[in-house]
T-cell receptor
Framework: AQTVTQSQPEMSVQEAETVTLSCTYD???????LFWYKQPPSRQMILVIR??????QNATENRFSVNFQKAAKSFSLKISDSQLGDAAMYFC????????????FGAGTRLTVKP | EAQVTQNPRYLITVTGKKLTVTCSQN?????MSWYRQDPGLGLRQIYY???????DKGDVPEGYKVSRKEKRNFPLILESPSPNQTSLYFC???????????????FGPGTRLTVL
């Protein structure tokens, strides 16, 4: 079964600085989707960014970008110009394309933003 | 507004008292699922449904039931709740077409359940 590992339980960043959250996954499939979700104190799960495995180009969404290394099975999230509102729990997730039901989440990384 | 709704948002109950958490989506999504979130474990899937009357177990189905009688609704039923089911529960939905690409899952606001 696919597994998703987030090795950093907690991270902190100074406001306006850049931070990178790590995620690795294990799969034997070649076609899949990867996601980063943000969970603020409200507990709502908010999609931050999405990457399709067949695309070599790294996804970007404003201040958020990913470094997708398919061979290394790595999917890190970079947050530039960090803002206080970025403070949240971040979850990395994997979803199989062959088996749409198979969606796996990492344990999460809690990001603190210091003013 | 496209959304997934869950009710109730908070629930405190006692062991053995049957309860239902409702989930509804207005995006005409075929696929719906339930997750529980526990500290250090991320989200784990309880049950999922590919379409009306089609449901199956996820990774942690013990102690839960679901039904999918209408496309928009996917209630989670705890017939006899126990303290180890105290958790944060999320319903999610996405489109699903056999042979086509899947789509992003959209999550409800979560239900905080405490079983005493």
């Amino acid at each position: 079964a696919q597994t998703v590992t987030q090795s950093q339980p907690e991270m902190s960043v100074q406001e306006a600085e850049t931070v990178t959250l790590s995620c690795t996954y294990d799969t034997s499939e070649s076609d899949y989707y990867l996601f980063w979700y943000k969970q603020p104190p409200s507990r709502q799960m908010i999609l931050v960014i999405r990457q399709e495995a067949y695309k070599q180009q790294n996804a970007t969404e404003n201040r958020f970008s990913v470094n997708f290394q398919k061979a290394a099975k790595s999917f890190s999230l970079k947050i530039s110009d960090s803002q206080l509102g970025d403070a949240a729990m971040y979850f990395c997730a994997y979803r199989s394309r062959a088996n749409n039901n198979d969606m796996r989440f990492g344990a999460g990384t809690r990001l603190t933003v210091k003013p | 507004e496209a959304q997934v709704t869950q009710n109730p948002r908070y629930l405190i109950t006692v062991t053995g008292k049957k309860l239902t958490v409702t989930c509804s989506q207005n995006m005409n999504h075929e696929y719906m699922s339930w997750y529980r979130q526990d500290p250090g474990l991320g989200l784990r899937q309880i049950y999922y449904s590919m379409n009306v009357e089609v449901t199956d177990k996820g990774d942690v189905p013990e102690g839960y039931k679901v039904s999918r009688k209408e496309k928009r609704n996917f209630p989670l039923i705890l017939e006899s709740p126990s303290p180890n089911q105290t958790s944060l529960y999320f319903c999610a939905s996405s489109s699903y077409f056999v042979g086509a690409s899947t789509d992003t899952q959209y999550f409800g606001p979560g239900t905080r359940l405490t079983v005493l």
